[in-house]
């Protein structure tokens, strides 16, 4: 995923941070950056509107006190409310830096139409105090535009878990790299716009957003077989199956073929439909099985005596039972939240944690679907989806996804890259299909969506 926006742990934030400073950087330059980069990224979006911000005792509080001398520039009127003395030596600096008054955080504390939430930010160690929950809430309900300083306060960074209720925001400024939080649910639906600022601190990561896929476009000699042949393998519900080949087919597969022993009816006449299982064929670039399965172990069986890459969604994961069967496999599999907890039961740590522990497990790329689908590879590689729209949670459209998936590994892109590039674009073609989709809307918006990567 070269190009996509790495995402940083606290940990790792810390030692690059620790990098930078040891390369010559003062951490009060780090901080100046981040604070004058808060206030610009607050002024660009909400204007010259009177700004409270709320600063708490660590270096997050330490941008706090140097956005509002940045902001104070502009000639807005300005109010800093703390929770607390600044503790660190640097957040000491930047209070020492602002001329203004310092109100305390109370429940006295009036409102300002511009809210920037500056108490805590990577460094929380545990939930606000419930007066403090109050008052954030209070004052964020009572703003126009509400902005936080690299996260919103209460949110655990590495994992985007709520310690204490945490409002919605508008805008998150976060500094250096992306965080978990930033990509997690529930954090991800409370940070609104994320804007990130480059404060000269080197950030790389094996995890990463998930942006747009760099697709190799078509070569003039192409033929069906190069574009990738995907082959599905029907079950009891052809419908789910249906939605997974026509999806293959808009995704760019160049040949779709289906396995069934009766003929399903609504497939385009360019989806093939055979009555035999032809797995062994050399030419299948992924096969795809699990949608409308149903209780028919033995298909799945089938395809796991296979030894091209394949795509394992559904009830099909449901009929694994146990991670190990994964193993050379080369699949990629495609679990919700029940169906992840089924195949590799109840994992300890973050989402982003348990989604490489499963591929450690199992040597298959993970595909852990959610309003914030995670994709990770046993060699540590993970990506996380922009927040998706949440009219994607509707019947068929995890069919899509597997159909998508399989289109991408049948181009040839490796199991993590094309299970990247379609978890992209089926975000982009919820976006494209609007509000009342349906699956077979969001299949139709997949060539917009492909369009926007130039394919
Ligand atoms: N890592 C980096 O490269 C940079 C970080 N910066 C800022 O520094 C922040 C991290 O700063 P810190 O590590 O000082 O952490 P924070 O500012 O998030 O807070 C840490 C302080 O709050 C206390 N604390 C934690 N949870 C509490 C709770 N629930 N109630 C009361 N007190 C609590 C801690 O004891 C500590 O004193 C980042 O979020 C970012 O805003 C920037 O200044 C620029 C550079
Ligand atoms: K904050």
Request: aromatic fraction near 4%; proline fraction near 6%.
């Amino acid at each position: 995923m070269t190009g996509d926006r790495p995402i940083l742990t606290t940990a790792q934030m810390i030692a690059a941070e620790q990098e930078a400073i040891d390369a010559g950087t003062a951490v009060e330059t780090l901080m100046e950056r981040a604070g004058a980069a808060l206030a610009e990224a607050a002024y660009l979006y909400a204007g010259k509107m009177p700004i409270l911000i709320l600063v708490g005792p660590g270096n997050n509080g330490g941008d706090g006190y140097v956005a509002a001398r940045h902001l104070a520039k502009h000639g807005v009127p300005v109010r800093i409310a703390a929770l607390g003395e600044p503790k660190s030596d640097a957040a000491k600096w930047a209070r020492d830096q602002w001329e203004g008054d310092v109100e305390t955080l109370s429940e006295e504390t009036k409102s300002a139409p511009l809210l920037i939430d500056a108490l805590f930010g990577t460094g929380l160690k545990r939930g606000l105090e419930d007066i403090v929950v109050l008052i954030l809430s209070r004052l964020a309900t009572e703003a126009h535009v509400r902005v936080a300083c690299d996260l919103p306060s209460g949110v655990q960074s590495d994992s985007g878990v709520e310690l204490s209720p945490v409002p919605d925001f508008d805008l998150t400024v976060t500094f250096g790299a992306l965080k978990p939080c930033h990509r997690l649910f529930p954090a991800s639906h409370k940070c609104g716009r994320v804007v990130l600022a480059d404060i000269g601190v080197d950030a790389t990561s094996a995890w990463a957003e998930i942006g747009q896929p760099r697709l190799a476009p078509l070569k003039p000699d192409a033929h069906k077989y190069s574009r990738g042949l995907v082959h599905a393998l029907a079950g009891t519900m052809p419908g789910a199956i249906a939605l997974a080949a026509k999806a293959a087919a808009r995704s760019g597969a160049g040949y779709v073929r289906v396995s069934t022993s009766r003929s399903i009816d609504g497939l385009p006449s360019a989806i093939v439909q055979t009555d035999t299982a032809e797995i062994n064929d050399q030419r299948i670039g992924c096969l795809l099985v699990g949608p409308g399965m149903g209780n028919l172990p033995q298909v799945l069986t089938m395809a796991l005596t296979s030894h091209v890459p394949k795509v394992i969604d559904a009830d099909g994961i449901t009929h694994l039972g146990d991670p190990e069967r994964l193993r050379g496999q080369n699949a990629i599999v495609t679990p919700h939240e029940g169906e992840f907890q089924r195949l590799f039961g109840r994992l300890e740590g973050s989402k982003a944690d348990r989604a490489l522990e499963a591929a450690r497990r199992s040597g298959a790329v993970v595909v852990y679907k959610g309003p914030d689908t995670v994709v990770a590879a046993d060699d540590g590689r993970l990506g996380f989806a922009l927040p998706a729209p949440a009219w994607l949670a509707s019947a068929g459209t995890g069919d899509v996804l597997a159909g998508m998936i399989a289109a991408m590994r049948a181009r040839a892109l490796d199991g993590f890259e094309a299970a990247c590039a379609a978890v992209w674009l089926h975000g982009r073609a919820a976006e494209i299909a609007g509000p009342s989709m349906i699956a077979d809307d969001l299949i139709a918006a997949i060539p917009k969506a492909l369009s926007l990567v130039d394919a």
